[in-house]
């Protein structure tokens, strides 16, 4: 009888939000959002901040990450629980050397918190921030060649 | 499986059939073109479910048809555009997915079940060209 039955595994699981098309007053179904895709929100409104170098993790393998499409080094940086009605987020962040530490948390949590439910309809109760690491600004002149670096 | 006796089920049910492969196409139709629909999802996750369940569920990848007598239930995997409202995205697919399977099939659709894998920014950036008449494809 069941045949909906949310049989996901741990790091597929999803929140089911309410919304959903109604024929006389009654749903015709359900509508869910997987875990994954709140990832992808988080990530990408962390990564919008300013100070927020990169989520947690080598960036080597990050950045092959993003090519292959994999979803790996993401799972890891992000971490999703699920409670009643809501879910609590851990993200580990590597800031740039020169901000400081508070105000950005706050942004990142406030804006994680903001997008999620704009987005999704999904509370978050709560949002760690995990600074793994931290990294110096990118420095512009990239020394290829431009022939700025030794001036007459 | 149906109690032989009873003749008007028999009735309608040798009345016509409509494979899944034609739900699952004219679902596919109707979610085209929604505003905030990016892309169906290549979804392992069902795929695996599918295979660990077996049985009667017929997937193509992204929509999965579960078919008892005229019942048909969905799930339908989306990714939904970066920045738009997953719920409105889905009911939106609950509502187009429904009346055109209904109209079309005649089928008792019991449930449509959208989930929202994941979430990306849509490719073409024509939002005021969305009025355009799309009847004419140029390549």
Redesign the interface.
Known sequence: MSNTQQTRSASDSSSTVPGAYEINGAAVGTIRILDGAISTIIKRTVLGIEGVARLSGSSLIDDFADLVRSKRMQDRSIQIEHSDDSISVTVAVNPYYGYKFPPLIAEIQNKVIETVLEMTGVTVSSVNVDIRGIEDLPVNDETDGNGKNEPD | MADKKDTSKQAAESAYKVHESVVISLARKAIEGIPGFVRFSGSS?VSE?ADLVGGRRHFDKSVVV?ESGNDV???ILI??A???????V???V??AV?HLVADVTGLN?K??????????DVKAESQDEADVVEGEVVQ
């Not at chain 2, 970066?82 to 409105?88: C, K, L, R």
């Not at chain 2, 449509?112 to 990306?120: A, L, Q």
């Open positions: 996750i479910l579960t239930s969905l799930e990714v939904a970066y920045g738009s409202n997953f719920a409105e889905a009911a939106a609950q509502k429904y659709i449930s449509i079940d959208v989930v929202v894998t994941d979430t990306e």
